[in-house]
Each structure stands twice: as structure tokens, then as C-alpha cells.
């Protein structure tokens, strides 16, 4: 599957209708987003049960504004509604992958319980 443009207004879609999502930040002004680029449509193409989302900072401000961006490439990993990953600048296709691997592995139960205890904890302190 090739990448898709994500906007505000598929955002919310994208993100409950699959399990894993992972989001590319970019602008076309940015060397090192241009650059991986080809990285990222690659492990789309080699992954297609996974959605691989970019999301043109220029564009799609309030997006950038609301995952707090402020470097790019930026990337971030939505899997059954709960970011767990997030990282700036180009990763190598090796990392990328690494990181593809590691996400499929996730126990979302406990990802979920340990989120829930952490805010257990907010709302005790």
C-alpha cells in the first residue's frame, strides 16, 4: 500500500479504523524529510496491513500543532488509538524497521494497564 495524506479531516478516521498507524511529519522545504522519503514508501509498500500516513506540516498546522512538533522528520506510531512511538529526524530503513518490528509485538494490555496506573498515580499525587 503506498502512503496516504493525512488531514484533519481523515485524521480521526485513519486512526480508529486501523490498528497501527504510523505518521510521517514533513514539509517540502525539508532535505532530510525529502530524503527519507523513499524509506518511508518502502516500508509502506513491504508492510501493507500497516497505514503509513504523512502529514504535511505546512498544510496541516493544527496537526503539527496538536502532536507538538517541532522538529521534522518527525515520527509517530498510533497503534489501537494510544501513541507508542515518536522520534525525530530520518531514520535508516534498518531502524525503521526495527521499529515496524517492535510495534507488532506491542501487549497493548499491558501498554493500556501501565497508562492507567500512570494516571492513577497523577490523580493520587
Known sequence: MATLE???DNMNDVVENNDIVFLDFWAAWCGPCRSFAPTYEAAAEANPDIVFGKIDTEAQQELAGAFQIR?????????????VFRESGALPASALDQVIEGVRKLDMEAVRAEIAEQQAQQQAG
Do not use: C, F, L, N
Request: charged share 10%.
Open 6 to 8: 493525512i488531514t484533519g
Open 71 to 83: 522538529s521534522i522528520p518527525t515520527i509517530a506510531v498510533i497503534r489501537e488509538g494510544i501513541m
